[in-house]
T-cell receptor
Framework: DQQVKQNSPSLSVQEGRISILNCDYT??????FLWYKKYPAEGPTFLIS?????DKNEDGRFTVFLNKSAKHLSLHIVPSQPGDSAVYFC??????????FGKGTRLHILP | NAGVMQNPRHLVRRRGQEARLRCSPM?????VYWYRQLPEEGLKFMVY????????ESGMPKERFSAEFPKEGPSILRIQQVVRGDSAAYFC????????????FGQGTRLTVV
């Protein structure tokens, strides 16, 4: 039973345009959400997070939006750069509980 | 300030042998997570530990797998009598004892069972 779902296995975006990665969750107890980026043969790297008391968090080119009523969050990257090509994992946790990850979306930035 | 250290990076075991994967958390972090990534799959939760205590092991296979995080030393993920299906990348992450905070990952151990 997947509690965190990333329904797009891959996404291709032109360099300079906006990349939008989506994530849905089913557990209403989740109150903290995270995005990680992963290159091949490396460990995931933390990108940005958002608490359930907020609906938006921004850090440079990265913005995460949270829609609690829809149990949906998204990561926006603008402008997209070649180095953004990687696998992006959405993750969620309930207070003091384990972090659950989605299956990831592979982002390709096209020149 | 060293990050999460996992060793070895690569481990080859024959079927039936034991595999021991080590994880040293970041300084000041008291919580450790272990995840497994199979080819073309996401990060599957295995176990969540704090010093000398298993908080949640709901993702651990019932047999052959065990984990510990002793008072001193690294966290150890132990797989006994390995089978080909255990071949995967195993990632460790650590976090401080603060609710709702990010976990930081190590580089992973790639286990290959031959």
């Amino acid at each position: 039973d997947q509690q965190v779902k990333q329904n797009s296995p891959s996404l291709s975006v032109q360099e300079g345009r906006i990349s939008i990665l989506n994530c849905d969750y089913t557990n209403s107890m989740f109150d903290y959400f995270l995005w990680y980026k992963k290159y091949p043969a490396e460990g995931p790297t933390f990108l940005i997070s958002i608490s359930s008391i907020k609906d938006k968090n921004e850090d440079g080119r990265f913005t995460v939006f949270l829609n609690k009523s829809a149990k949906h969050l998204s990561l926006h990257i603008v402008p997209s750069q070649p180095g953004d090509s990687a696998v992006y994992f959405c993750a969620a946790s309930a207070r003091d509980d384990k972090i659950i990850f989605g299956k990831g979306t592979r982002l390709h930035i096209l020149p | 300030n060293a990050g999460v250290m996992q060793n070895p990076r690569h481990l080859v075991r024959r079927r039936g042998q034991e595999a021991r994967l080590r994880c040293s958390p970041m300084k000041g972090h008291s919580h450790v997570y272990w995840y497994r990534q199979l080819p073309e799959e996401g990060l599957k939760f295995m176990v969540y530990l704090q010093k000398e205590n298993i908080i949640d092991e709901s993702g651990m296979p019932k047999e052959r797998f065990s984990a510990e995080f002793p008072k001193e030393g690294p966290s150890i993920l132990r797989i006994q009598q390995v089978v080909r299906g255990d071949s995967a990348a195993y990632f460790c992450a650590s976090s401080p004892q603060v609710p709702n905070t990010e976990a930081f990952f190590g580089q992973g151990t790639r286990l290959t069972v031959v």
